[in-house]
């Protein structure tokens, strides 16, 4: 009886490890996958972007012109200096399709970074809001957990958000870690107080006092992820910037 359960003991236990494994391999290939994929795009874009002619600004960027051809819902791009964060931005017709898709639409667990479906690239909105997940190695939105130390929110600032149309560089104002109870995802204001009393709400959640002045006549673009620390499911870090458009 003993070298029977012995036996069954060490097949369970085989099993679990086998299944584990599994698992861990799944995870290595999506991410080799994720970061082979977004390799050839930042190719891509910047080979496209260096050889492209000035366009007026009602024409799409030539940097976006190939990468149009792969995907359709391509609408920008946002690059963070000292991080990982140099991507493409897709959006879809629900908040629910890039969560488990790369940029070519093929299933991956590391998902795309996406605008959320209520934005309008063509006429960008007072909140512009974009999600990604936190990968494990450190890529997609994972990064932005470094705004979190303060002497790397002092030295990157800024970071660069561009559309099919426009160029901005965008000023961050805020940084905290919040609850899916609070609504920093709004993207209808009945007025202009309504839009404020977002701003002023923001301005208490976050870490960190900046000397970006946010007005109603001011743009901003939220960056949206998940912070497992303070809630394993309704847990979000956030970092959000005022959009200033280059000349």
Request: proline residues 1%.
């Amino acid at each position: 009886m003993k070298r029977f359960l012995s036996v069954i003991l060490t097949v369970v236990c085989l099993g679990v490890f086998i299944y584990a494994a599994q698992g861990l391999i799944a995870a290595a290939l999506d991410y080799y996958e994720n970061r082979k994929v977004m390799g050839n795009i930042q190719e891509t874009f910047y080979e496209m972007e260096m050889n492209g002619v000035e366009e007026d600004t009602h024409s799409i960027r030539s940097g976006f012109d190939s990468l149009l051809k792969e995907n359709e819902d391509l609408v920008g791009w946002i690059t963070i200096d000292g991080t990982q964060i140099d991507y493409p931005i897709v959006q879809a017709d629900d908040n629910i399709e890039y969560l488990t898709r790369n940029f070519y639409k093929d299933e991956n667990r590391a998902g795309s970074i996406f605008m959320d479906y209520r934005n309008n690239i063509e006429s960008t909105g007072q909140n512009t809001i974009l999600y990604g997940h936190r990968m494990k190695d450190g890529s997609m939105f994972e990064q932005l957990s470094k705004y979190q130390d303060e002497d790397f929110f002092k030295n990157h600032p800024t970071f660069q958000f561009d559309t099919l149309y426009e160029s901005y560089e965008a000023e961050i104002f805020a940084v905290y870690a919040t609850t899916t109870d609070f609504n920093y995802i709004q993207t209808d204001f009945a007025n202009d107080d309504d839009y404020e009393q977002l701003l002023a709400k923001i301005e208490q959640e976050s870490i960190y006092d900046t000397d970006v002045e946010v007005k109603a006549s001011d743009q901003i673009i939220t960056l949206s992820t998940c912070d497992y620390v303070l809630d394993e499911n309704e847990g979000r870090l956030v970092v959000q910037a005022k959009l200033v458009k280059k000349g």
